[in-house]
C-alpha cells in the first residue's frame, strides 16, 4: 500500500490518530490541504519528506504527485483536515487512483463538528430533545440538492452541525427560520475549534447574526443549532437503575 488518506482531525496535532501520526512519520510525499490542516502537524514529517500544498493545486495536479510517488515506491499521504469522509472531495481522487489501479487506504479523522460538541461541553443527542444529528451546510457554490435544503431540514428540528456556511449567517437563520426552527432556538458557533485561539460564540436564532457581526467571526466555524443547547432534557435510559441492558441487569422495585 503506497498512498492514504489520512484524517488531520479539527486543528489540535494531538487529536491525529495513533495510525494517522505514524504514517505522517514514515511518509515520503505529504499532500496538505493547506486552508485547514494545522502545519504543526507538519512538524512530524522525516526529515527529506517532499511537502505539498494542495490548495494552489488542481486535482489532476494531486494526482500526478499521487501516481508519480507510488511509480517511484514511495509512501504518500494525503491529509485532509478533519475526517476526509465530510466535505472532503477525496472521493474523485479515490476514483482517479482506482482508474489507475492504484491501492489506497483511508485512516478516519477527529471531524470538526466532535470537536466542536467537545468545545461546547455538549451532548447532541439528548432524550427527549433530539436523537438525530444533521451534518449539512447551505447552499454556495456547490448546489445542494432540493430536498436537503436548509429550510427543509429545519422541519425536523433535530440537532444540526452546520458546515462551511458561517459567512452567509443571514441566509442560514432566514431558512432555518422559514423551515420551522422557532426564534428561540439556541444557536451556538465554534471557531476553531482545538485551535489555541478556539472561539465560542452563543445566542438565538433571533440573536446570533448580530453576535456574529459584532465578533467578526472568521470562516472555520461551526454553526450548531438546536434545542439540546438549552439544558433542559431528561436523563439517558443507559444508567437508569430500572432499564437493564445486555451488560447489567434492570434492578428490581426501583
Ligand atoms: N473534513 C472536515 C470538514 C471540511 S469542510 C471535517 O471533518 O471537519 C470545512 C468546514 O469545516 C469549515 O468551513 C468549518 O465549517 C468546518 N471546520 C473545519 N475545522 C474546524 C474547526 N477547527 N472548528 C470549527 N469548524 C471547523
Aim: charged share 20%; with cysteine.
Amino acid at each position: 500500500m503506497n498512498v492514504f488518506f489520512v484524517g488531520a482531525g479539527p486543528g489540535d496535532p494531538e487529536l491525529i490518530t495513533v495510525k494517522g501520526q505514524r504514517l505522517l512519520g514514515q511518509a515520503d510525499i505529504i499532500i496538505y490541504a493547506g486552508s485547514l490542516v494545522n502545519p504543526a502537524l507538519l512538524s512530524l514529517a522525516k526529515n527529506g519528506a517532499v511537502i505539498y500544498n494542495s490548495a494552489s493545486m488542481t486535482l489532476a495536479e494531486v494526482i500526478a504527485v499521487m501516481t508519480a510517488g507510488v511509480k517511484d515506491n514511495k509512501l504518500v499521504v494525503r491529509l485532509h483536515t478533519g475526517d476526509p469522509s465530510i466535505y472532503g472531495a477525496i472521493q474523485e481522487q479515490m476514483d482517479a487512483l482506482a482508474a489507475q489501479n492504484i491501492t489506497f487506504e483511508v485512516i478516519p479523522g477527529v471531524s470538526s463538528f466532535l470537536a466542536t460538541a467537545a468545545a461546547l461541553k455538549q451532548e447532541y443527542t439528548l432524550p427527549d430533545v433530539s436523537q438525530t444529528v444533521i451534518i449539512t451546510r447551505l447552499e454556495g457554490r456547490t448546489p445542494v440538492p432540493e430536498k436537503e435544503k436548509l429550510a427543509a431540514l429545519a422541519s425536523h428540528e433535530a440537532t444540526m452541525c452546520i458546515f462551511l456556511s458561517v459567512h452567509m449567517l443571514d441566509d442560514v437563520v432566514k431558512e432555518l427560520v422559514d423551515g420551522g426552527y422557532a426564534c428561540e432556538t439556541p444557536v451556538a458557533i465554534v471557531q476553531k475549534a482545538s485551535w489555541p485561539d478556539q472561539k465560542i460564540f452563543r445566542g438565538t436564532l433571533a440573536t446570533i447574526a448580530q453576535v456574529a457581526r459584532e465578533s467578526g467571526i472568521d470562516r472555520t466555524a461551526m454553526i450548531v443549532v438546536g434545542k439540546v443547547l438549552h439544558t433542559d432534557y431528561a436523563l439517558s435510559r443507559l444508567y437508569a437503575p430500572e432499564f437493564g441492558h445486555m451488560f447489567r441487569p434492570a434492578q428490581e422495585g426501583r
